[in-house]
């Protein structure tokens, strides 16, 4: 009983996590804004299930890589405030991991939206 009260607790925890980010997270609620265009579009062109799951994962790989870059830089501003070209180095490393994220789903959506449009 022990065991499903604590994974109880930890899922309260992490959907914390998650509003915190979206509520306090410029990115994050940018990024959000961008799912929800997407998702209009999805269901304006009616696509199949299996794009629509490519669409959740991708839609979950950009918040996360996002959910992680705010960790490190959050980790790097606790260890020091001051500007340091290491840390600077740190927070565009993983700024860079989000751009993968980005640009790689990016190019798997116009895969995806570019038949639908070609037929308009």
Same mark, same amino acid.
């Given at each position: 009983?022990?065991?499903?009260?604590?994974?109880?607790?930890?899922? +309260?925890?992490?959907?914390?996590?998650?509003?915190?980010?979206? =509520?306090?997270?410029?990115?994050?609620?940018?990024?959000?804004?961008?799912?929800?265009?997407?998702?209009?579009?999805?269901?304006?062109?009616?696509?199949?299930?299996?794009?629509?799951?490519?669409?959740?994962?991708?839609?979950?790989? #950009?918040?996360?890589?996002?959910?992680?870059?705010?960790?490190?830089?959050?980790?790097? $501003?606790?260890?020091?405030? =001051?500007?340091?070209?290491?840390?600077?180095?740190? =927070? $565009?490393?993983?700024?860079?991991?989000?751009?993968?994220?980005?640009?790689?789903?990016?190019? #798997?959506?116009?895969? +995806?939206?570019?038949?639908?449009?070609?037929?308009?």
């Amino acid at each position: 009983m022990k065991f499903i009260i604590r994974r109880f607790k930890g899922i +309260i925890i992490a959907i914390k996590g998650m509003f915190f980010l979206l =509520k306090n997270e410029q990115a994050i609620m940018v990024q959000s804004f961008v799912f929800l265009i997407v998702i209009s579009l999805g269901i304006y062109f009616e696509i199949t299930t299996k794009e629509w799951i490519i669409h959740i994962i991708l839609i979950g790989f #950009i918040l996360t890589t996002e959910a992680l870059n705010t960790v490190a830089e959050k980790i790097c $501003d606790l260890i020091n405030s =001051k500007y340091d070209e290491r840390i600077k180095l740190i =927070k $565009d490393i993983s700024a860079g991991a989000v751009s993968f994220a980005v640009l790689s789903s990016l190019i #798997i959506l116009v895969i +995806i939206y570019y038949p639908y449009i070609k037929n308009l």
